[in-house]
Structure formats: structure tokens, C-alpha cells
Nanobody, 123 residues
């Protein structure tokens, strides 16, 4: 239904920035809530940021003020601009799409997932 491909990960020093991008293919992109999750080794996968089909955004407290999620419906992409990165931001970052259209929240049990992109922040 929806295929997602992430890019933009890499190795940066603390205080640096990266822009992660997710390219989507499939149907009804503009009607799906999108988001970014991350997972570090041994940790649970956590929701970092989301943006609904209507454009409303939400952020985890740990990244609020540092990360910005955006979408370009004409290009079927969603991006995560990260600033002032910290070592604790190190994780694999996954793009996700709500499986059903017109939903305002993401559900890990009902998401479409990308394969992930590694972000490593050194101190």
C-alpha cells in the first residue's frame, strides 16, 4: 500500500544537525499521518515526531525545540530537520505512515515502516 525509503542519516558531532528525508510511494500520501520513530540498541522504539494529514505536529519532549517535522504533499516526502544533536539522539530512525487514511495518530501495530537510517552523534 505504502512504501517508505529513508535517507540522510550519518555521523555528526554533538551540536550538529542532519536532515532526514522519507520518500513515499503508494496511494493517498496526502491523507496519511506521517511520523519518525527511533530505536537505540536495547531500547524500545519511540515516536519522535508526527505530522497529521491536516498538518498538525507533535514532538517528544526530548526533542522539542530541536527537531522539526515537515511534509511536502506534492513530492510525497516527509522530512525531519534535527538541530543541536546530542549523543542520546543516536539511534536508527524509522519513517512511518498510518496504514489508514484520515487518522490523526500513529499506532506502531498499524503503521507502514521504512527500513531505517542510522544517526550517530559523537561527543
Amino acid at each position: 500500500q505504502v512504501q517508505l525509503v529513508e535517507s540522510g542519516g550519518g555521523l555528526v558531532q554533538a551540536g550538529g544537525s542532519l536532515r532526514l528525508s522519507c520518500a513515499a510511494s503508494g496511494s493517498n500520501f496526502r491523507l496519511r499521518t506521517m511520523g519518525w520513530y527511533r530505536q537505540a540498541p536495547g531500547n524500545q522504539r519511540e515516536l519522535v515526531a508526527s505530522i497529521t494529514w491536516a498538518g498538525s505536529t507533535n514532538y517528544a519532549d526530548s526533542v522539542k525545540g530541536r527537531f522539526t517535522i515537515s511534509r511536502d504533499n506534492a513530492k510525497n516526502t516527509v522530512s525531519l530537520q534535527t538541530e543541536n544533536l546530542k549523543p542520546e539522539d543516536t539511534a536508527v530512525y524509522f519513517c512511518a505512515a498510518a496504514r489508514n487514511i484520515y487518522l490523526s495518530t500513529l499506532d506502531p501495530s498499524n503503521n507502514c515502516w521504512g527500513q531505517g537510517t542510522q544517526v550517530t552523534v559523537s561527543s
